[in-house]
């Protein structure tokens, strides 16, 4: 069994900043590529950064510069740091993480439940 979980939503006004963070465990071997979505009501669930375990990242072009994100391998986390925060980035967001488990042996995709951010204007 794995378990993704994310912390650090919230209420921030724009301009502000919010780290989220996320840690995924249970029966891994090992992590490939990790990343955060975002839904907004109404809206399909979309892309905003994902990183791979050698350290290479991508960005949707909406938070270019606003965004880093940042993983550890050693205790499986992977972390998104969003400066300038603006009131469209208010959505729901998803960690994700592509997970090579060891109980089944197999590779899959897992999410975390969500964490609201809220930008107020």
């Known amino acids: 069994q794995v378990q993704v979980v994310e912390s650090g939503g919230g209420l921030v006004q724009a301009g502000g900043s919010l780290r989220l963070s996320c840690a995924a465990s249970?029966?891994?071997?090992?992590?490939?590529?990790m990343g955060w979505y975002r839904q907004a009501p109404g809206k399909q669930r979309e892309l905003v950064a994902t990183?791979?375990?050698?350290?290479?990242?991508n960005y949707a072009d909406s938070v270019k510069g606003r965004f880093t994100i940042s993983r550890d391998n050693a205790k499986n986390t992977v972390s998104l740091q969003m400066n300038s925060l603006k009131p469209e980035d208010t959505a729901v967001y998803y960690c994700?993480?592509?997970?090579?488990?060891?109980?089944?042996?197999?590779?899959?995709?897992?999410w975390g439940q969500g964490t609201q951010v809220t930008v107020s204007s």
């Open positions: 994700n993480a592509n997970i090579r488990t060891l109980n089944p042996w197999g590779q899959y995709d897992y």
């Open positions: 249970g029966s891994i071997y090992s992590i490939n590529a």
């Open positions: 990183i791979t375990s050698g350290g290479s990242t």
